[in-house]
Every structure is written in C-alpha cells, then in structure tokens.
C-alpha cells in the first residue's frame, strides 16, 4: 500500500510538471512596436535621474509609482544613479501610460477577414493621426471550425521623454504600443517597459518589433 501510494504521487507531481510545461510552451509571446529618438544620451557616469508623471492627473498616485519602480529599475540597470527628488535629479525620465476601452472585432474562420485590421484608424493621447498597419497575427487555436466570433481587442501604449533638467533639453522621446485581448495595466505596463529598454537606447527614428518570451512577462501586484 505505501509502494502504491509513492509511486501515484510520484506519477501525479510528474503529470503536473509536464501540465505546467504545456502551458508554458502555449503561452502567446509577447509583442510591441517601439519607436525611440533621441539625442545624444549622455553616460551614465555622473548622471542622476527621477522618473516623474507626463500627465499630471497621474502624479502622486499609488498606481504609477509601482509602473515607476520598473522604469527606475531599467535606468539602474543602465548604471544611472536615482536621486533622492527630481530637484536633486540632473535628468528628468517623464513616463506616461495608456490602455484604450477596447473595439470588438468579428472573425469568421476559414477564411481571411479583409476588414480586419487592429490598427486602422486607431488614435490616442500618445498618436494624433492615424498610424499605419501594424500586422499583429492573432491566431485563435480555439477556432475550429467555420464559424463567427466576436472578442475585444485593446491597444495600450506607454511613452518616455527624458530631459536635461537644468536647461529642458530633449535628449529621447520613445513610444511603445501593443495589441493584447487584455486591459490589465499591471500586465502591460511592465511588458511595454521592457520592450522599450530592449536594446536602449536603439537607433533614432526606428521603429522595431519587440517579442518578449512567455516565460518573461511580467505582471505587477498593486499592495494595499
């Protein structure tokens, strides 16, 4: 009987570790398109920084300190140096984000849908004009047959200046956007800033995809 009872939940924690693996190995990779300009950063050395609101109805909240945690910790990771206030700050990071009530699309599986297309016509705070096709491939597995389905899409973006703070000079400006069939803040915000310190500063003027792995999205907790 104990041989048994071993060796079943031996072949149950097993089956679990395959189950996770599964999963993880299914999980959608995670896609931005990152547009980023700049000037001529300077080196770190020497250089100090404080991440700050871009929109003032932001600033002070609990909800866009914890998004700033990740900006900061992406601008130590570069060897910059956070200061103590923006005051004391010699660059100024100022961070905004964004996710968009949604817009519902309908596919009809078994044949491509013309119609379809997430960016078309999209417009927000971050873009004043209509932008291009961005060619995200949603693919469905769930879609078995020759049916209609109808699900919500969200685009969510986040945005980055940094300045000199003694003079107000401009030195990067970058853009991160993505379509997901998610609206969770805490999911996206960290994905798009790790897709905008990918290969940062990058080239100027160039936009280019950023695919996170599964296994490296991340999503924040808010605490209470």
Request: with cysteine; charged share 25%; net charge neutral.
């Amino acid at each position: 009987m104990i041989r048994y009872s071993t060796r079943a939940k031996t072949l149950k924690l097993a089956s679990v570790s395959l189950l996770a693996a599964g999963l993880a190995a299914c999980a959608p990779s995670f896609k931005a398109d990152v547009s980023r300009f700049q000037a001529e950063l300077p080196a770190p050395a020497g250089e100090s920084f404080a991440v700050v609101a871009d929109d003032p109805a932001l600033a002070g909240g609990l909800e866009f300190a914890l998004y700033a945690d990740e900006v900061e910790e992406e601008m130590t990771n570069l060897g910059y140096v956070q200061a103590a206030s923006p005051e004391e700050a010699s660059l100024l990071v100022r961070f905004d984000y964004e996710v968009d009530k949604g817009r519902e699309r309908v596919r009809t599986t078994g044949r491509s849908d013309p119609f379809f297309h997430p960016w078309y016509g999209y417009r927000s705070r971050f873009y004043r004009r209509p932008i291009g096709y961005w060619g995200y491939g949603f693919h469905d597995p769930f879609f078995g047959g020759p049916e209609v389905r109808s699900y919500t899409v969200y685009t969510s973006g986040v945005e980055m200046k940094i300045d000199r703070a003694e003079t107000g000079e401009r030195l990067f400006e970058g853009k991160a956007q993505a379509l997901s069939t998610s609206n969770r803040l805490q999911y996206l915000v960290p994905n798009l800033v790790d897709a905008m310190f990918t290969d940062f500063p990058g080239n100027s003027g160039e936009t280019v995809r950023i695919t996170i792995k599964p296994e490296e999205t991340k999503i924040r907790t808010v605490k209470k």
